[in-house]
């Protein structure tokens, strides 16, 4: 009778030891499964246990996490699991990719096997889980891909004892409710004018829609492309986190994000705890024009952040129009004038930028050419600009009709305008004495031209004149400068 009570607490007494229990595995995950598996395990003693004396399917455990991207040891400056604390196993050798892509508790204690994997990896179709304490076993777990979790974003839990399908939770208590989220991608611009990692609200970005209108928090969220790249929603790439219909999220200053050759790219959102809620795939993109889905179509369009697309009327073709030719009160326009011009202009997907302006006849201009640029596309501007017509002092030109030209942006637009006389005040009258001149043996006459004679010549700019004026003066000034100079050097 002793004998069998003794045999009966040998094999009572290591149960009743258990404070290890293994809660939640991700055996399946959508990424990469060579470093996203997990396996979760609570300390359910009053105790701290020390991790020296702790093994996983027989394999010794070591603190902290392996970041895949640099191989480097992350989070191991601990020695005890507490209680009620979770321990988050993941890949050793190149490391792990779990804490970049679930949101895994920072209370947490990070561990890792001294081999490269898991349990020598966790397979799809099923397998058994082992973890022992002091060469105690503690806890077992077979688990089977017909209880979920196979490769679709969520992991195997217990809840009340029963292992279920669930929203991944590392380092968290599991929970049956599951919320749902009803979070379109529903715009994104990965070819933006100008750099494509700009501080926001410039540069790349993806505008989410709530269909359900109802406000939700979405701190925590994360958009992934198809190279893996990861932008998280928070303060830093969108200027409010929550949203009731629509949330714009940023790079923000990353670059790389979206992919603008021609090759496919995945655009992903994910809820907080790495749950998939969208996805969409495109193609090339042209600069400045952003992808939005209408009713279940998606096309290029002007962007619209924060706005329905509906409302989108894309226009890709380039307008100029000469709006208005101001020409004063007597409603006149003289040779020499500058006249203002009013032109409405839409840069279209096209890369020129450059317009011009300018008045000629039969292909010669009359006036100086106006030149400015236009650096955003698909937006319509009003612009009023000058216009310097040539004075036309020697009456090269006659008066009567003339083209107004304004071309670029691949588009052209003309006008008629009516010229009539010169602006008086810039042309004055002069007279010239043309004189023979001689020196030494070098001579430089008119020929059949008495040697002084008064000729009336030319009608000249006052620009001109005032030119040479300024000329005379600086030369009088100097000249003065010099025999002051002289006398003062003479009186000494």
């Given at each position: 009778?002793?004998?069998?009570?003794l045999?009966?607490?040998?094999i009572?007494?290591?149960?009743?030891?258990?404070?290890?229990?293994?809660?939640?595995?991700?055996?399946?995950?959508?990424?990469?499964?060579?470093?996203?598996?997990?396996?979760?395990?609570?300390?359910?003693?009053?105790?701290?246990?020390?991790?020296?004396?702790?093994?996983?399917?027989?394999?010794?455990?070591?603190?902290?996490?392996?970041?895949?991207?640099?191989?480097?040891?992350?989070?191991?400056?601990?020695?005890?699991?507490?209680?009620?604390?979770?321990?988050?196993?993941?890949?050793?050798g190149?490391?792990?990719?779990?804490?970049?892509?679930?949101?895994?508790?920072?209370?947490?204690?990070?561990?890792?096997?001294?081999?490269?994997?898991?349990?020598?990896w966790?397979?799809?179709?099923?397998?058994?889980?082992?973890?022992?304490?002091?060469?105690?076993?503690?806890?077992?777990?077979?688990?089977?891909?017909?209880?979920?979790?196979?490769?679709?974003?969520?992991?195997?839990?217990?809840?009340?004892?029963?292992?279920?399908?669930?929203?991944?939770?590392?380092?968290?208590?599991?929970?049956?409710?599951?919320?749902?989220?009803?979070?379109?991608?529903?715009?994104?611009?990965?070819?933006?004018?100008?750099?494509?990692?700009?501080p926001?609200?410039?540069?790349?970005?993806?505008?989410?829609?709530?269909?359900?209108?109802?406000?939700?928090?979405?701190?925590?969220?994360?958009?992934?492309?198809?190279?893996?790249?990861?932008?998280?929603?928070?303060?830093?790439t969108?200027?409010?986190?929550?949203?009731?219909?629509f949330?714009?999220?940023?790079?923000?200053?990353?670059?790389?994000?979206?992919?603008?050759?021609?090759?496919?790219?995945?655009?992903?959102?994910?809820?907080?705890?790495?749950?998939?809620?969208?996805?969409?795939?495109?193609?090339?993109?042209?600069?400045?024009?952003?992808?939005?889905?209408?009713?279940?179509?998606?096309?290029?369009?002007?962007?619209?952040?924060?706005?329905?697309?509906?409302?989108?009327?894309?226009?890709?073709?380039?307008?100029?129009?000469?709006?208005?030719?101001?020409?004063?009160?007597?409603?006149?326009?003289?040779?020499?004038?500058?006249i203002?011009?009013r032109?409405?202009?839409?840069?279209?997907?096209?890369?020129?930028?450059?317009?011009?302006?300018?008045?000629?006849?039969?292909?010669?201009?009359?006036?100086?050419?106006?030149?400015?640029?236009?650096?955003k596309?698909?937006?319509?501007?009003?612009?009023?600009?000058?216009?310097?017509?040539?004075?036309?002092?020697?009456?090269?030109?006659?008066?009567?009709?003339?083209?107004?030209?304004?071309?670029?942006?691949?588009?052209?637009?003309?006008?008629?305008?009516?010229?009539?006389?010169?602006?008086?005040?810039?042309?004055?009258?002069?007279?010239?004495?043309?004189?023979?001149?001689?020196?030494?043996?070098?001579?430089?006459?008119?020929?059949?031209?008495?040697?002084?004679?008064?000729?009336?010549?030319?009608?000249?700019?006052?620009?001109?004149?005032?030119?040479?004026?300024?000329?005379?003066?600086?030369?009088?000034?100097?000249?003065?400068?010099?025999?002051?100079?002289?006398?003062?050097?003479?009186?000494?």
């Amino acid at each position: 009778m002793k004998l069998i009570l003794l045999l009966i607490s040998l094999i009572i007494i290591p149960n009743s030891l258990a404070f290890l229990q293994i809660t939640e595995i991700m055996y399946a995950p959508i990424e990469s499964e060579y470093y996203n598996e997990y396996i979760e395990i609570k300390n359910v003693g009053t105790t701290p246990i020390s991790i020296e004396n702790l093994t996983l399917c027989d394999k010794e455990l070591f603190p902290g996490f392996i970041n895949h991207t640099d191989e480097e040891t992350y989070l191991d400056n601990f020695t005890e699991i507490q209680p009620n604390q979770f321990i988050i196993i993941t890949d050793g050798g190149s490391g792990t990719e779990a804490y970049n892509n679930y949101n895994i508790s920072e209370n947490s204690a990070p561990l890792h096997p001294e081999g490269a994997t898991i349990c020598g990896w966790l397979d799809n179709e099923g397998g058994i889980i082992t973890v022992s304490y002091n060469e105690e076993l503690n806890d077992t777990l077979h688990y089977y891909s017909e209880w979920g979790a196979d490769n679709n974003g969520k992991s195997l839990c217990i809840i009340n004892n029963i292992w279920r399908e669930c929203l991944p939770s590392p380092g968290q208590e599991n929970t049956e409710q599951e919320q749902t989220y009803n979070i379109k991608i529903n715009e994104f611009l990965p070819n933006p004018q100008g750099n494509d990692d700009a501080p926001m609200p410039e540069g790349e970005w993806i505008e989410l829609k709530n269909l359900d209108n109802q406000m939700i928090d979405l701190e925590g969220f994360y958009l992934k492309d198809k190279a893996n790249h990861k932008i998280s929603i928070t303060e830093t790439t969108t200027y409010s986190t929550e949203i009731e219909t629509f949330l714009t999220v940023y790079t923000n200053g990353f670059f790389g994000f979206l992919n603008n050759g021609n090759g496919t790219e995945i655009i992903t959102l994910h809820d907080k705890n790495g749950v998939p809620l969208d996805e969409v795939s495109y193609g090339s993109s042209s600069e400045g024009i952003s992808w939005s889905k209408t009713g279940n179509i998606w096309r290029q369009t002007t962007p619209t952040p924060n706005e329905e697309n509906e409302q989108n009327q894309t226009k890709f073709n380039s307008e100029l129009k000469i709006e208005k030719i101001y020409t004063g009160r007597d409603n006149r326009v003289k040779f020499g004038e500058n006249i203002r011009v009013r032109l409405t202009i839409y840069r279209g997907n096209t890369s020129k930028t450059s317009i011009s302006a300018w008045i000629e006849k039969s292909g010669e201009k009359i006036s100086k050419r106006t030149r400015f640029n236009i650096n955003k596309k698909f937006e319509e501007k009003d612009i009023t600009i000058p216009i310097q017509i040539f004075p036309n002092c020697n009456k090269k030109f006659s008066d009567g009709e003339y083209t107004l030209v304004v071309e670029g942006l691949n588009e052209e637009d003309k006008n008629t305008i009516d010229i009539q006389d010169i602006t008086k005040n810039l042309c004055e009258k002069q007279k010239c004495e043309i004189k023979e001149i001689s020196k030494g043996t070098h001579s430089e006459t008119n020929i059949n031209q008495p040697k002084s004679t008064i000729k009336e010549i030319a009608y000249e700019s006052t620009n001109k004149k005032a030119g040479k004026q300024a000329i005379y003066i600086f030369c009088l000034t100097l000249t003065l400068l010099i025999i002051q100079l002289t006398t003062e050097r003479w009186k000494k």
